[in-house]
């Protein structure tokens, strides 16, 4: 009986740490990829400016409302625009940025099935 | 021939490349925030300053004039030297001021205010800086010129002789 009543409660607060565990790792990721404005080249969750620590309790707030990681970046992309975000958003100035990697790597690859491939066919 | 074509369009593309890169490099990568915005302002309620009493933002821009809207702190030095400009603005009365004191005690604003005069029609306070993000506030001092429920003009740091001068161009 004992032993039961002892494991309940090694249950109940393992479930506890993780439970906060999740929330705080979410907010740390979103702080990490957000650029703290002020700062130089640090990001939200690095800097412990008067900006940054309202952007956290902000990046809380919205998450115990119930908001995703996505609605939060929206948001402050709205407030402050896109340079705000680390991880730059597929859009009309940032396609070449995105697509320049597959491009390369295509070309790469022409260049190499043309080089060993075709020649060895003939 | 097909080898000829295959080379000149890899080194056209690569060329290309080249150009982007180049030009690229000659774009400023210092980054400076929009001044000219035309952005609604935010909506949002907010405690009173020194007051327990909690005010929505249709209540404090309802009238059809111009608005200031500063964010301020007893603790940020540069709003000292700004203060005097919005004395002078405030015997404007094309337009009027509210200040949002950002992150700072009752007691230091009320000092801050009895030290050098207080030139806000309405104060709202911001303990924790939350109202300073809806408004993309980037810290103390900053200065937004409201028309219409439309942000028209945006300050950050200080309002010195130069932005005094605009602000009255525009109000008048």
Wanted: a positive charge; glycine letters at 4%.
């Amino acid at each position: 009986m004992k032993l039961i009543k002892y494991l309940i409660v090694v249950f109940f607060l393992f479930n506890f740490n993780l439970s906060s565990a999740e929330n705080n790792n979410l907010n740390n990721k979103i702080a990490k990829n957000l650029r703290c404005l002020i700062c130089q080249g640090q990001s939200v969750y690095d800097s412990d400016s008067q900006f940054a620590n309202s952007i956290k309790i902000i990046i809380n707030k919205k998450l115990d409302e119930g908001q995703t990681e996505n609605q939060i970046y929206d948001f402050l992309e709205g407030k402050y625009g896109e340079w705000i975000l680390y991880d730059p958003k597929f859009g009309k100035s940032t396609y070449f940025l995105w697509l320049l990697p597959v491009l390369i790597f295509m070309i790469g690859g022409a260049i190499l099935f043309k080089l060993f491939i075709i020649k060895k066919i003939k | 021939m097909k080898n000829k074509f295959f080379s000149t369009f890899i080194i056209i593309i690569f060329i290309v490349i080249f150009l982007i890169f180049y030009k690229g490099l000659q774009n400023s990568n210092i980054y400076t925030p929009k001044t000219i915005i035309k952005k609604n302002i935010p909506i949002f309620k907010a405690k009173l300053f020194d007051s327990s009493n909690i005010i929505k933002s249709e209540d404090i821009f309802n009238k059809n004039n111009f608005y200031l809207f500063n964010v301020w702190a007893s603790w940020c030095i540069p709003c000292k030297d700004e203060h005097p400009f919005l004395m002078k603005l405030s015997k404007n009365k094309n337009i009027e001021i509210i200040g949002l004191n950002y992150k700072d005690s009752v007691l230091n604003a009320k000092n801050f205010l009895d030290k050098y005069k207080n030139p806000y029609e309405t104060i709202i306070q911001d303990s924790d800086g939350t109202i300073g993000i809806e408004w993309g506030a980037y810290g103390v001092p900053e200065t937004f010129i409201i028309s219409k429920d439309k942000i028209i003009k945006r300050i950050i740091g200080p309002i010195n002789e130069e932005s005094f001068l605009e602000i009255k161009e525009i109000i008048e």
